[in-house]
């Protein structure tokens, strides 16, 4: 288990190198570039051969690359210039990554508590009125996009039906105390569980949008699994042997089946994060989807470097416990 993990961390890690590579060539290549960014169309050409020298752009790519390289290694990846002007960009991603967070953990849980039974259930139920409806509402899922049915659910539940707040984390008048920018959790360990209970209602409206492609995604994966387990000879052979249902359910097909379905979970965690730029602008949520939003319309790089970046990063270390978690499932993965 150790030597596979070694292998997975040092394939990692030459992930994130390239894509620092990518990212570090891309933002350069983008209309204006950095320096327009800073001083605006109107600056001058002596400011900005001023500026580009202070910056090192003047200096060879492979140069450039590796100074943006130690500085993006100590966190330092310049001062933000549209998104919040003037706080350091890893600030203004620490500060918003929170959001975005917590919006994605609940939907995936959406994602997954119902996807999952449900998935399982209509396999079991082949051809039923609960496999064509569960079918049919995974394909609306998917085909609607996000921001719509953000929009629809905030105009039915916020709005005519006053049921869910609009927007935000929080309502404006309350007074919670911040501990870890985790709104719901700071509620539960100060104990101030009014604030945590406006945080949870304040979520349910962006998370149920954000949860509809990962729920699609999830729902159909585990009923093709599960659908391919039940046909398989050790199933038929538990049968044979007299073993009782649960026994085979729980041992024979949702262990095997379970298998494709981790991978989806931490394949829909890119999902999650691309779809939060969306649903974060729709209900008003300062997450990293909305400084995303904001970055690219005022040309914020370092907020898109350090955004960009660290997003990939998480991506790529829930795709390593992915990784380990199906190494345990399968034994014989640790082998190759």
């Known amino acids: 288990m150790l030597r596979f993990t070694i292998r997975r961390l040092a394939q990692l890690a030459l992930v994130v190198v390239v894509l620092s590579m990518l990212l570090f060539a891309w933002l350069r290549m983008l209309p204006g570039g950095p320096v327009s960014a800073l001083?605006?169309?109107?600056?001058?050409?002596?400011?900005?051969?001023?500026?580009?020298?202070?910056?090192?752009?003047?200096?060879?790519?492979?140069?450039?690359?590796?100074?943006?390289?130690?500085?993006?290694?100590?966190?330092?990846?310049?001062?933000?210039?549209?998104?919040?002007?003037?706080?350091?960009?890893?600030?203004?991603?620490?500060?918003?990554?929170?959001?975005?967070?917590?919006?994605?953990?609940?939907?995936?849980?959406?994602?997954?508590?119902?996807?999952?039974?449900?998935?399982?259930?209509?396999?079991?139920?082949?051809?039923?009125?609960?496999?064509?409806?569960?079918?049919?509402?995974?394909?609306?899922?998917?085909?609607?996009?996000?921001?719509?049915?953000?929009?629809?659910?905030?105009?039915?539940?916020?709005?005519?039906?006053?049921?869910?707040?609009?927007?935000?984390?929080?309502d404006v008048g309350l007074n919670a105390t911040r501990v870890t920018g985790f709104y719901i959790l700071d509620g539960l360990l100060t104990r101030e569980f009014d604030a945590a209970w406006n945080s949870f209602v304040h979520l349910i409206l962006p998370a149920i949008a954000l949860s509809t492609i990962p729920f699609a995604v999830i729902f159909r994966i585990t009923r093709a699994a599960v659908l391919d387990v039940m046909d398989e000879d050790y199933v038929r052979t538990a049968r044979a042997k007299g073993l009782t249902g649960m026994v085979i359910r729980r041992r024979h097909i949702l262990h095997n089946a379970m298998l494709p379905v981790v991978t989806t979970i931490g394949l829909q965690t890119g999902a999650l994060l691309a779809g939060a730029v969306l649903t974060e602008r729709v209900f008003n949520i300062a997450g990293i989807g909305q400084a995303v939003a904001i970055g690219f319309q005022r040309k914020d790089f370092p907020v898109l470097q350090v955004v960009i970046l660290a997003s990939a990063m998480v991506y790529v270390l829930v795709n390593l416990i992915v990784d380990l978690s199906y190494a345990l499932i399968d034994p014989r993965l640790r082998t190759r």
């Open 39 to 170: 001083l605006g169309d109107r600056a001058t050409p002596e400011a900005r051969a001023k500026l580009e020298a202070d910056l090192g752009l003047d200096q060879p790519i492979f140069v450039q690359y590796w100074r943006f390289l130690g500085r993006a290694v100590t966190g330092d990846f310049g001062t933000s210039t549209g998104v919040q002007r003037g706080s350091p960009a890893l600030e203004v991603f620490l500060t918003r990554f929170p959001a975005t967070l917590e919006l994605s953990i609940l939907a995936l849980l959406l994602a997954v508590v119902v996807g999952i039974p449900l998935g399982y259930l209509a396999a079991r139920k082949r051809g039923s009125w609960l496999d064509n409806v569960s079918i049919t509402w995974s394909l609306i899922g998917v085909a609607v996009p996000v921001f719509f049915l953000a929009f629809l659910l905030k105009f039915v539940f916020a709005i005519q039906l006053g049921a869910l707040p609009a927007s935000g984390r929080q």
